[in-house]
């Protein structure tokens, strides 16, 4: 029988409160930490240091000289940084005109302007709005606009999308002065510095604006399905359960120093670096990820942590075995895999290179943390995201609401206190990914009787052959196994006669000779179903993938249907079968 509530509610709250009093062991983030530094930590939280901004003032306060942040030629102690920080406050209230509620967009490549940003908007009561840099023009304006952002900082090489997007501005609801949109890293003709924001205000004191003290951000999802929906978040709602039980299943410590190779303006990176600076922890930053680049990284900044994308994994176990050889990855004490499906064999092979350091989380930007696996229990039980993270509640449905049994799948709906506050402007959509208070991204996923989680697929992924569900991440795990597969997609394709077909786009192991149609047949056939056997395949050198790892599907079923009609006007339709 379920317990009263209220007993749960203690059990819960005593469960926090030693993983509690076990983090703060593990981390060690009052060393040095004086009564008297102790005191004006906490006068000056309740004077308006809030969010980031109180974590790098605490951190100055015990040693304004320990190392926070490597970015290119830049490095910033917590001193300095806390510097930097207060003076932008003072900017973003008086230069860029913010005010309590307002929104700012950051267009930026990876660098420790995001940080600064995303730091000093409490105090001014703003939201940052994250554009992911690789977007258009009109992307940039439909983003500004539903977001109803006031002020933007952009990179400079990045003036030619900002000039398009506020040319399409002009005469919609939204417009944005260019006077409020600041360069970084460069002069730039019309537009003021980033620069600019720091030539006022006092270094020692942030601006507190009347109203501030409000602390969010707008992540706008991948936008692979359609327009992309901002997925907002009030901090001051966030749950720490969740966070606390999170930091200690894996070894995070006070001396961290966590490489950030995933784009800022994604909602896992900076959800990282929030963790590695809230111990004291240094962030050292590449603007973009290189495998060999990384590792010398590694070795050069004997860097203890870092995120990575599968695919990084995948790219840095490519390399030759003496290139990984030859460099000292022995700092590494923790690499963590998340944003897109983890293939057995990708984990495999890093725990096989680097040792067994290798964890993998399941989440997503509008639900947070929700899974952890650890080291080994990916390749124990191939294709797990680990079980649940305390906090979480997840619930998997069939189409008809119900629950679903252990080893059957289900659409994931998962409840806790870090899920966002709903879509910007979008009630429609957010009441249609509810349920009861639970919210779903349209994964599908089955649990096994020892509470450890398996994903399926995207609910939009799923091919229905002959009234079957058929989840193609099963047939691309089975087709990763082979050796001369590097990368492989499943996708469904029409088909007159069973509604759906399945086509595999398949990127050949270099080096190797690639593998015949009929070779990759009956490698998944001695191992799933005839019915899951792709019917096509295509032999490509890479797959389309947004920045966070996840392959583009619907691009890929529009040229397998491109594929397809040119086959059936010139000869029968082929593939092997």
Known sequence: MRAPEPIDFLRRKLAMARRGVALWRQTDVTRGLGPLVALRAAKDYALGRRGALAIIHYHALRDPNRPAIVSGATRLTYGKLEERVNRLTHGLGRRAGMLPG????????????YLELNAALPSVGGVAVQIGYRLKGPEVAYLLENSGAKAMVFHHDLAPTVDEALRELRGRSVQIA?????AVGGAVAGFPAYEELFAIGDATRPAVTRGGGFSGVMVYTSGTTGKAKGAARDFRKLGFEPIVHFLTEFPIRGDERHLVVCPLYHSAAPAFVAMTMGVGGCVVILPKFDAEEVLATIERERITSSLMVPTMLARLCALPPEEIRRRDTSSLRWVMSGAAPLPTETARAFEDAFGPILYNFYGATETGLVTLAKPGEHTARPGTIGRAIGGNEIRLLDSDGNQVPDGQVGEVYVKNAMMMDGYHGNDAA???AMKEGFFSVGDLAWRDPDGFFYLAERKSDM??????????WEIEQRLHEHPGVADVAVVGVPDPDWGEALGAFVVPKPGQPPPSQEELSQHVRAALADFKRPRFYWFVDELPRNPTGKILKRELRQRAIAELTAMTTETPPGGAS
């Open 463 to 472: 091919v229905i052959s002959g009234g079957v569900n058929i989840y193609p």
């Open 178 to 182: 260019r006077e409020r949109c600041f």
């Open 102 to 113: 307002d929104r700012i967009g950051a267009l930026l490549h990876n660098g420790h302007e």
């Open 430 to 432: 957010t009441r249609a």
